[in-house]
């Protein structure tokens, strides 16, 4: 263990047994900045939830400054409703493909020098694995098509990436998309793993989400 490495769980704690909102909410900023500046703001979805269940205040005064400060996040058909008209699922799917995006772009050099796990490139990590997990977990319709999902990523990366790019054959096999679980290799299998667990804080049941260690 760290101790330089913010103890999340304490501090969510702490901010839970505080008695008014206006309390937890330095406590709730301090994570979520630590969240942002760490490349942490998937997993960390979890802990922010937590304490904004707990004070139902505090979860509405940050909806609402989210909703002044930013743009809403507009998301296409192809995702499924609880995340495309919840705007803070919304935002929660969008910081999660930025961070598989992130991930698989590491620069070679620094990749080298990571200290993080994080922070070291995912050169196995492919489209069409994400394509792959979220159908299973739901998070896009299962009718969705190699070309809607592309689309789809384009439109949340923006000038991240070119126009068309997420759809071209370079960018991983999609027919492992519709693969039996039995079929896949073992490298396919760890792959689906990971990205499956960048997503858990968004797809599991409210109130029983366990935080992943950050």
């Known amino acids: 263990m760290n101790i330089r490495l913010i103890p999340v769980d304490f501090v969510v704690e702490h901010a839970k047994a505080l008695k008014t909102a206006a309390e937890a909410k330095p406590l709730r900023q301090l994570l979520e900045d630590w969240f942002i500046s760490n490349h942490h703001e998937a997993e960390g979805y979890a802990a922010l939830r937590d304490i904004d269940e707990h004070f139902p205040a ?74 792959r997990v979220m159908k299973y977990k739901d998070i896009i319709s299962n009718t969705t098509n190699k070309a809607t999902f592309g689309a789809m990523i384009e439109q949340v990366l923006g000038d991240k990436v070119k126009e068309n790019s997420i759809r071209r054959a370079n960018y991983g096999n999609y027919d492992i998309v519709g693969t039996l679980d039995f079929n896949l290799n073992e490298q396919d299998k760890d792959v689906i793993r990971e990205i499956t667990a960048l997503f858990l804080p968004l797809t599991m049941p409210k109130n029983t989400t366990k935080r992943p260690n950050i």
């Not at 505090?58 to 989210?66: F, M, P, S």
């Not at 803070?88 to 200290?115: C, D, F």
């Open 58 to 131: 505090l979860a509405k005064q940050v909806a609402l400054n989210d909703e002044a400060e930013q743009e809403p996040v507009v998301l296409p058909g192809c995702v499924m409703g609880r995340y495309r008209n919840n705007q803070t699922e919304a935002r929660m799917l969008v910081a999660i493909i930025h961070e598989i995006h992130r991930r698989m772009n590491i620069p070679v050099a620094q990749s080298r020098k990571a200290k993080r796990p994080e922070d070291v490139r995912q050169d196995n990590w492919t489209w069409p694995h994400v394509m």
